[in-house]
């Protein structure tokens, strides 16, 4: 096995981004996937919201409301867990 330090590896930085990358594998897949997640549910709560306001099916409306705030909460405590994790 080769060395961190030897002369013909890479310098530390990206021998330490590469350890980072093995001990947790596609962290950026999995931010992307929050993201567009979260997104895709805060649009549709804003749909859902003016859908609400303007008192349309407010018996179908209502419950699909909630499920997309609860979409993007549940995005939000994974991309901060994930960011706690990629701390330690």
């Known amino acids: 096995m080769v060395k961190p330090n030897s002369q013909n590896n890479l310098n530390q930085e990206k021998f330490a981004r590469l350890k980072a990358e093995a001990i947790s594998p596609y962290r950026g897949l999995r931010q992307f996937f929050y993201v567009a997640v979260g997104a895709s549910g805060f649009i549709g709560a804003f749909v859902f919201f003016?859908?609400?306001?303007?008192?349309?099916?407010?018996?179908?409306?209502?419950?699909?409301?909630?499920?997309?705030?609860a979409i993007?909460?549940?995005?939000?405590?994974l991309w901060r867990w994930e960011k706690r994790r990629q701390g330690r």
Do not use: K, W
């Open 72 to 77: 993007v909460a549940l995005m939000i405590v």
């Open 50 to 69: 003016f859908q609400l306001l303007a008192g349309r099916d407010i018996e179908h409306t209502l419950p699909n409301f909630a499920l997309q705030l």
